[in-house]
Structures are given as C-alpha cells and as structure tokens.
C-alpha cells in the first residue's frame, strides 16, 4: 500500500465535507487498485465516520451515506466487524453499521443469525433484526423465527423493533416462501400487539399486519378480520371504538386498503 496513511488520516478527522469526500475517493481508488483485502487498514478509517450524527451535522449526511456504501464493496471480511459493531453502545455507529449489514445483502443473514443466538441482551438482539429488516433478499427466511420470538418478547425494545421486522419479511420473502406455521406465528402476534400498551408496537404491528396483506400473505378471511379491525381503529363501525392515538389510526388508515383487496 503506498497511500500515505497518516496524511488520509488528518483528511478523515477533518470537520470540512470536501476534505472527508477526498479521503473517501482516495480509499476508494486504493481499493481498487491493490484490492479490498490488502486495504483492511484503511476500514477502520472509514468506519469511523459511522459515528457522525446527521441531525446534529446535517451537512454530514451525505459523507456518512457514502462512508457506508464504500464500507459494503471492502468484502465479506467486513462483514463480523460489521456484526461486532452492533454491540458498540453508539446508537449512530450501531444504526450505521446495521445499514451497511443491510445493503451487502444475503450474505450477511447467517452471521446476524448466529449473533443473535450467541447472545442474550435484548438490546444486542433488538440492533440484529434491525439490521436483517434492512436485508431485502428472500433469503433473510433463514431469520424469520426470531422475528416472531422478538415480537412476543417481554422486552419492550426488543417487541417494538421485531414488530417492524416482520413487516420487512413480509416485504422481502415471496408468499410461497414463508412457512405456514410461521406465518401463523406472525399474524397471531401482530393480533395479540394490537392490544400492547405502547402506541409505537400497536402502530407497527397494524403496519406489518397491513405488508402481510399487501404481500399476498394472507387469505381473504385474515383480511376481513383485519378489515373490521381497522375500521374499529379508524371509528368507522358500528361500535365506534376508534384509538385516540393518531399514529395507529394513520396506520390503520394506509393498511386498510391491502385488507379490502
């Protein structure tokens, strides 16, 4: 490797975009050149910028979103670094590496799987089926049973996160795909988180409900239930038992035309 690691590092831990977009063009010219895997020392640079917080610099979007697409073409050697990364405790570089997790695609399902068996936390596993709803392959079929434990968990972060990534499943794996018993598991969950006390899980769960019908999932029956559901949520039946919280009713509303299809 003949690039200057000491001058690209002054360029990284800049504060201007320019000289953050130059760094990242010359990581990317010497990956091309000598190889992804002769440029290992230069992930550790790239990776770094995982941790920029695009509210709090805007102007730093950009950079971060181009940081994490060159993260994804060094190979599949990034992909366990990617996967410790989860467990960092940065919100910014957890979400950021689980976005790259996401774009490298199915290679990346099983060793989320693996991590997700290899540990306990709620909080580690939460940050795993994030990253796999982020991987749009039929593939992630291989995670579609931890989806549904997440979704029963007594963890609220945990429920709230599998919630969502059910709906990403739903969205990724073709409706012959998905196990009966699995999908049986999932509608019977995203019914029983209608009833949870937190709006964000009551609101996903209508959300993904609403994917299972438009994915073709679910039989018309499903959809009629899930219908008058609805329309109870809107306080658009009979028995008018609308939800005072306007993110589920919002929900309600978008999912409600997959359950008259």
């Known amino acids: ?28 010219e010497e990956v091309s050149r000598v190889g992804s895997d002769q440029a290992r020392p230069l992930f550790q640079m ?7 917080d695009p509210h709090d610099d805007p102007e730093l979007a950009s950079i971060l979103d181009e940081a994490i697409s060159l993260v994804t073409g060094f190979g599949e050697w990034v992909i366990p670094h990617l996967v ?3 467990d960092q405790g940065d919100l910014k570089a957890q979400m950021a590496s689980a976005e790259a997790l996401g774009r490298i695609g199915a290679d990346a399902v099983d060793p989320l799987v693996e991590k997700y068996h ?3 936390d709620p909080e580690s596993r939460s940050f795993v089926l994030y990253a796999l709803g982020k991987i749009n392959s039929p593939q992630v079929d291989r995670a579609a049973e931890l989806a549904l434990a997440g979704a029963r968990s007594q963890d609220l972060e945990l429920r709230d996160t599998a919630t969502r990534t059910i709906g990403r499943f739903a969205a990724a794996i073709p409706a012959d795909q998905l196990k ?3 999908l049986d598991g999932y509608y019977d969950s995203l019914r029983a988180n209608l009833a949870d006390s937190n709006k964000g899980v009551k609101a996903k769960a209508v959300r993904s409900l609403g994917k299972l019908a438009r994915f073709k999932h679910l039989d018309p029956g499903r959809k009629r239930e899930l219908r008058v559901i609805a329309l109870n949520l809107l306080g658009e039946d009979d028995e008018f038992r609308w939800d005072r919280t306007f993110v589920v009713r919002r929900e309600a509303q978008e999912a ?3 359950f008259e299809g």
């Open 84 to 86: 410790d990364n989860l």
């Open 256 to 258: 409600l035309e997959y």
């Open 180 to 182: 009966p018993d699995i």
């Open 118 to 120: 290899a540990t306990r």
């Open 46 to 52: 790239v990776s770094s910028l995982f941790y920029i």
């Open 1 to 28: 490797m003949t690039t200057d690691l000491k001058s690209l590092s002054s360029l990284f831990t800049s504060s201007d975009p320019e000289k953050i977009h130059q760094a990242l063009q010359i990581v990317r």
